[in-house]
């Protein structure tokens, strides 16, 4: 690709996921079967240790889970699919 520098090879070292705007959108992000983004933020730390995973509160607030080095947050006005939508992979 052009001129410039090769680029690396390899898997991805980080990703930078923000939630979809549009709910009818056919994606699901899972981490471990659960789907990150229509499970409710308070369930995923209690789903996550359930799985053997620890997570811990940053200084931040954030939820992190610590042996994969993700961190949670919502600052999101969208609300949660509920219902026959909610699909949280418990």
Do not use: C, K
């Not at 930078?16 to 983004?37: H, K, N, Q, T």
Request: glycine share 10%.
């Amino acid at each position: 690709m052009g001129d410039g520098p090769a680029r690396p090879r390899g898997p991805a070292l980080a990703i930078e996921v923000w939630r979809f705007r549009d709910e009818a959108v056919d994606l699901r992000f899972l981490l471990d079967g659960i789907d990150i983004f229509r499970t409710p933020l308070d369930d995923l730390p209690e789903i996550l240790q359930e799985r053997g995973h620890e997570v811990v509160e940053t200084d931040y607030g954030f939820d992190e889970v610590t042996d994969l080095g993700m961190r949670f947050a919502n600052n999101s006005r969208f609300e949660y699919p509920v219902g026959e939508r909610a699909t949280y992979g418990r």
